[in-house]
């Protein structure tokens, strides 16, 4: 997470924010179909699988495209299954959206924020707590970013829980 916790320091420009923006959308909009695909009660058909495959293509081109461009690389964060590490991903998501919201044409996260849901519902339902209240789907980037802050704070608090749950 290296690269997250440069913009979250504000060293990115705008460019490239937008461009990371983009991708991390991207990168949610693919992990959330290869997600649903493993749901016993989602059956499978040629036109799910042609929908992955060209999110799958279009994560990995752009993924491509920005690490041939900028350093440090992006990674996609691959364990988001903890509390702190979730929360962290969603404060270094809500810094990044933080800073292209101004931009005209950027995108607003719904992959990325259906991915970040996905998540806290796994780590409440592993955790035996009550999953995070979702709101609907947001129309604007301001939106999102009060929606991964909220999910921030849920997740610090199931921090702060976790601990006293262990005491004996």
């Known amino acids: 997470m290296a690269e997250l916790k440069d913009f979250s320091n504000g060293n990115f420009d705008a460019a490239r924010a937008a461009e990371l923006a983009l991708l991390v959308d991207l990168e949610a909009r693919w992990e959330n179909l290869r997600a649903s695909s493993a749901l016993p009660?989602?059956?499978?058909?040629?036109?799910?699988?042609?929908?992955?495959?060209?999110?799958?293509?279009?994560?990995?081109?752009?993924?491509?495209?920005?690490?041939?461009?900028?350093?440090?690389?992006?990674v996609p964060e691959l364990l988001l299954n903890t509390p702190a590490r979730l929360g962290l991903w969603c404060r270094a998501m809500r810094d990044l959206y933080t800073q292209v919201e101004r931009i005209p044409r950027a995108p607003c996260p719904v992959h990325l924020l259906e991915k970040a849901y996905r998540w806290a519902d796994r780590v409440a339902d592993r955790m035996g707590k009550g999953r995070p209240t979702r709101t609907p789907s947001p129309d604007t980037i301001r939106a999102a970013i009060l929606d991964l802050e909220a999910l921030r704070q849920w997740c610090e608090d199931l921090v702060h829980v976790a601990p006293a749950m262990q005491s004996p």
């Open 41 to 74: 009660d989602v059956p499978s058909s040629t036109q799910g699988l042609q929908g992955k495959q060209k999110a799958y293509h279009d994560f990995v081109t752009k993924l491509a495209g920005y690490n041939k461009r900028f350093a440090p690389v992006h």
